[in-house]
């Protein structure tokens, strides 16, 4: 007889014996720089709340209030009777914050591109995509029916290549979409998005960017890539994004044109058959653009935190990588090591977690530090006091014995 689930034990098993699983780490309390993990009070030095926004007075005033004036929830999927006037006063403001015509608020960004990309491109069409992106994009991919090509990341060079042999198909593809991370949350580069909308420009092809990680850092007063290299609507067609790191809260979302989000809110499977966000959570992200809009501050002290930390890190020895965002990767090589590296720091109240194969190549496994706008200089004197001790003992610096 088949035995319908012991593979659930078996595969959790090995995923335990091969050290893959994922050990929760439980915060007794909110994320702020100082907080309580697994009952420990460390610095939180790997958190995507970049601007320390989720404890931001006006964004938890604004929840609490919606929950007086909107209630719990929301009663719907948007489409049926689960769009409230907060939902559509979010797209507004954010729209107006992205400088875009139009944007469509998903309940997470995984929702998005899993919606999304899988309508923008199908049989007929191909979808050409970096070799580094994120998870829920690649998964936006695979529901989709259209073809599948990827180019070397980052790599503006091997887009073109690809682009010119797509050309060269038979008969023609319908559409040509190309997809990029905006900032790759592995390594904290940014992508060529200038480059990749000139040639996408030449081809005919839709850009569609997931700038997850350039909202609240990234252009003009946080508003993200397109900003950040001063591209315009017509050049990258898709801007897409989420409210669940610098905003600080949750959300996904997409920017563009109207056509864009008529399109998207009629055909993304995600949005029309799943229950809306609760007011709450749309009030916390209305309070979170304007924030945004009103105190650049936040968005200012993000960088100076992340410049002192870069030169600090550089300077002791370590390999940073080739991060050029808040995102730094404390490159390490052998998993073991960055495990143990990431152990030491917890004890001495440093929490950063290691990032190992197969999340990235073998040999490449890091320690993957986010900034935080609110992290005093002496919070960021502590972490590298911290790294600077662990990475001595453990040989990653020199100085160790
Ligand atoms: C690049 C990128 N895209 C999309 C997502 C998904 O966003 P959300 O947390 O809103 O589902 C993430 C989050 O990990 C991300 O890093």
């Not at 580094?132 to 599948?148: P, Q, T």
């Amino acid at each position: 007889m088949r035995d319908p689930t012991s593979f659930l034990r078996q595969e959790y098993d090995d995923l335990v014996r091969q050290e893959l699983d994922w050990k929760l780490r439980v915060l007794g309390g909110p994320s702020l720089p100082w907080c309580v993990v697994d009952g420990k009070k460390v610095l939180m030095f790997c958190s995507n709340n970049y601007l320390g926004l989720s404890n931001h007075p006006k964004l938890k005033a604004a929840a609490k209030e919606a929950v007086d004036t909107h209630g719990a929830g929301s009663g719907s999927v948007r489409p049926i009777a689960g769009t409230m006037d907060l939902h559509m006063e979010l797209e507004r403001r954010l729209a107006r914050f992205k400088g875009a015509e139009a944007s469509l608020v998903y309940q997470t960004g995984f929702a998005a591109n899993a919606g999304l990309i899988p309508q923008l491109a199908g049989k007929g069409d191909v979808i050409v995509s970096d070799e580094l992106n994120h998870g829920s994009i690649i998964d936006g991919v695979r529901l989709s029916l259209a073809e599948r090509r990827v180019y070397k990341h980052a790599d503006a060079e091997d887009l073109g290549r690809v682009l010119d042999e797509a050309e060269k198909a038979s008969p023609a593809f319908r559409r040509v979409l190309v997809i990029t991370d905006g900032v790759f949350s592995m390594d904290g580069d940014v992508a060529p998005l200038d480059k990749i909308a000139a040639l996408c420009s030449q081809h005919g092809a839709m850009v569609y960017v997931d700038d997850a990680h350039g909202e609240g850092v990234l252009g003009d007063g946080g508003r993200g890539i397109v900003s950040h290299f001063k591209l315009t609507r017509d050049k990258v067609q898709v801007e897409m994004g989420t409210f669940s790191k610098a905003f600080g809260v949750v959300g996904g979302h997409v920017s563009g044109s109207r056509d864009l989000v008529n399109f998207a809110y009629n055909k993304s499977r995600t949005w029309t058959l799943s229950g809306s966000h609760p007011p709450a959570v749309v009030a916390a992200c209305i309070a979170a653009v304007d924030v945004l809009e009103r105190e650049p501050q936040h968005v200012e002290k993000l960088w100076e935190n992340t410049r002192y930390f870069k030169k600090a890190m550089t300077d002791l020895g370590f390999d940073i990588g080739k991060s050029t965002t808040p995102i730094t990767p404390v490159m390490v090589g052998e998993s073991g090591r960055a495990k143990r590296l990431s152990a030491r720091l917890y004890e001495i109240g440093v929490l950063a977690l290691p990032i190992v194969y197969p999340m990235v190549a073998q040999g490449k496994a890091r320690i993957r530090t986010i900034m935080n706008a609110a992290l005093t200089r002496e919070d960021l004197d502590f972490a590298i006091g911290a790294f600077e001790t662990a990475g001595k003992e453990l040989s990653i610096i020199p100085g160790g014995n």
